[in-house]
């Protein structure tokens, strides 16, 4: 087991690679990046007021005035759209203060020295390091996965069997058709449901519309903490085990089902054994094989799938919410950092779910593969 554990450790180094450089290389060469945003701020300032400003303001955003030309009235061509008019001292200027000013290639190996010691650099936008962001966000989409999918396993599990055991009965087909429903609309579309019915939207005040806790968080008393994060968090938790129980209902129901039309099921019948004790003693460890097993990967599919649009609606400041405005101002090092935790964190939830099975199954020997 050792020996497999060392591979897939391994084997996350060329993943991780390939993931980061051809993402870099397509963003890298996309339009409307950070100078490009820039030089449209800057193409109606003067060229010693934009020196002025880009000197004097650091990480600032510098807001255009309109109206202004460029210096001495002389086009200058550069590769950025709206930089006419715009001194070539101001566009090397631009592109130093956001790490453009060395070679694309050069980036590249920057890049990826960095990230072998964890140093992602500075948010281009947030005057802060992109660890200390990561670190801030990463618990809040943490608690939002690890909640949706505890409450996901403790609906689905027992819906299933129930199911399976009464399989072809009307709870089973009632039950399918609320199933089916909710695997057809999306999540955010409950979320936004939710909204409307219990944050203020139409009709009910009940629950709060974003945030994790409460401005008056810090003088509240332990209880009172617990209580405000369980209510700030309890619409986002829902809507994402309502959009994701389906899929886990449905495993659950046909692993039990298959186990429990194999024949050693039918000799256990014939012993006399009933049908209580055939399920817990002789069905159970079988059928939940793959379903305790997909524990990490249930959990990444909340973490990549559900967070962010769950964060985007509800205002969450996690990981998910963090990369999405990181992508709507192009703030590179925020971007490329949020994509390297989200991709290292699945290959290890992913090594963990395949050690999970030898857990629940001692028969299993990954040690025993070649690959």
């Known amino acids: 087991m050792t020996r497999?554990?060392?591979?897939?450790?391994?084997?996350?180094?060329?993943?991780?690679?390939?993931?980061?450089?051809?993402?870099?290389?397509?963003?890298?060469?996309?339009?409307?990046?950070?100078?490009?945003?820039?030089?449209?701020n800057l193409s109606g300032i003067k060229t010693s007021a934009a020196m002025e400003q880009i000197s004097g303001q650091g990480r600032k955003e510098i807001a255009p005035t309109p109206g202004a030309g460029g210096a001495g009235g002389k086009e200058q061509p550069s590769m950025y759209?709206?930089?006419?008019?715009?001194?070539?001292?101001?566009?090397?200027?631009?592109?130093?203060?956001?790490?453009?000013?060395?070679?694309?290639?050069?980036?590249?190996?920057?890049?990826?020295?960095?990230?072998?010691?964890?140093?992602?650099?500075?948010?281009?936008?947030?005057?802060?390091?992109?660890?200390?962001?990561?670190?801030?966000?990463?618990?809040v989409s943490i608690t939002i996965g690890l909640w949706s999918t505890f409450l996901i396993y403790l609906v689905s599990i027992p819906l299933g069997i129930r199911k399976a055991v009464r399989h072809g009965s009307r709870f089973d087909l009632w039950s399918s058709t609320m199933v089916i429903l909710g695997n057809t609309i999306p999540t955010f579309l409950f979320a936004i449901i939710l909204i409307i019915f219990f944050a203020g939207g139409s009709y009910l005040k009940i629950f709060p519309l974003r945030g994790l806790v409460s401005n008056g968080f810090d003088s509240l008393s332990l209880l009172g903490k617990i209580g405000d994060y369980l209510w700030h968090i309890c619409l986002p938790v829902v809507a994402e085990v309502i959009g994701g129980f389906a899929t886990l209902t449905m495993l659950t129901k046909n692993s039990f089902l298959e186990e429990i039309n194999k024949q050693y099921v039918m000799t256990a019948?014939?012993?006399?054994?009933?049908?209580?004790?055939?399920?817990?003693?002789?069905?159970?460890?079988?059928?939940?094989?793959?379903?305790?097993?997909?524990?990490?990967?249930?959990?990444?599919?909340?973490?990549?799938?559900?967070?962010?649009?769950?964060?985007?609606?509800?205002?969450?400041?996690?990981l998910g919410l963090l990369g999405f405005e990181a992508t709507m101002q192009r703030d590179y090092p925020v971007m490329f950092g949020t994509l390297y935790m989200f991709t290292l964190l699945g290959l290890l939830l992913g090594l963990l779910g395949d050690l999970t099975y030898t857990v629940v199954d001692p028969r299993i020997d990954f040690e025993s593969r070649r690959t």
């Open 81 to 139: 759209r709206g930089a006419r008019g715009l001194d070539p001292e101001v566009i090397a200027a631009i592109k130093k203060r956001y790490g453009f000013d060395k070679p694309l290639i050069v980036r590249y190996f920057d890049m990826l020295r960095q990230y072998i010691v964890f140093d992602f650099g500075d948010s281009l936008f947030r005057g802060r390091t992109v660890v200390a962001l990561i670190i801030e966000r990463m618990p």
């Open 4 to 40: 497999y554990i060392i591979r897939r450790v391994l084997l996350m180094i060329p993943t991780l690679w390939a993931i980061i450089t051809l993402n870099f290389f397509i963003v890298q060469i996309a339009p409307g990046g950070p100078v490009d945003q820039a030089v449209a």
């Open 269 to 318: 019948r014939a012993k006399g054994l009933t049908e209580r004790a055939i399920l817990r003693k002789h069905v159970f460890r079988n059928a939940m094989l793959l379903v305790i097993a997909g524990f990490p990967s249930a959990l990444i599919g909340m973490l990549f799938s559900g967070s962010v649009l769950i964060e985007v609606i509800f205002s969450l400041n996690g």
